[in-house]
């Protein structure tokens, strides 16, 4: 089911893709794209408000990697 902020399509813009790559030595890089910056296009202010705390908790797992 769809919820009230969302659309149907609107997971094409979701921010579901995390890059973890080896950098130079034994370095890693972890990334992922900040949600609120993807869903700038889009007129919705509860979905704006729903990106802003998928960000926070997207960094924090980022963070405690």
Same mark, same amino acid.
């Given at each position: +089911?769809?919820? +009230? #902020? #969302?659309?149907? $399509? @609107?997971?094409?813009?979701? *921010? #579901?893709? =995390? =890059?973890? %790559?080896?950098?130079?030595?034994? &370095?890693?890089? =972890?990334?992922? @794209? &900040? +949600?609120?910056?993807?869903?700038? $296009? =889009?007129?919705? *202010?509860?979905? /704006?408000?729903?990106a802003?705390?998928?960000?926070? /908790?997207? %960094?924090?797992?980022?963070?405690? @990697?």
């Open positions: +089911p769809t919820r +009230p #902020c #969302c659309s149907k $399509t @609107i997971g094409t813009m979701l *921010p #579901c893709n =995390v =890059v973890v %790559q080896q950098r130079a030595g034994e &370095d890693v890089e =972890v990334a992922a @794209i &900040d +949600p609120v910056a993807s869903m700038q $296009t =889009v007129d919705n *202010p509860a979905l /704006k408000r729903a802003h705390q998928v960000g926070v /908790k997207l %960094q924090r797992a980022v963070e405690s @990697i």
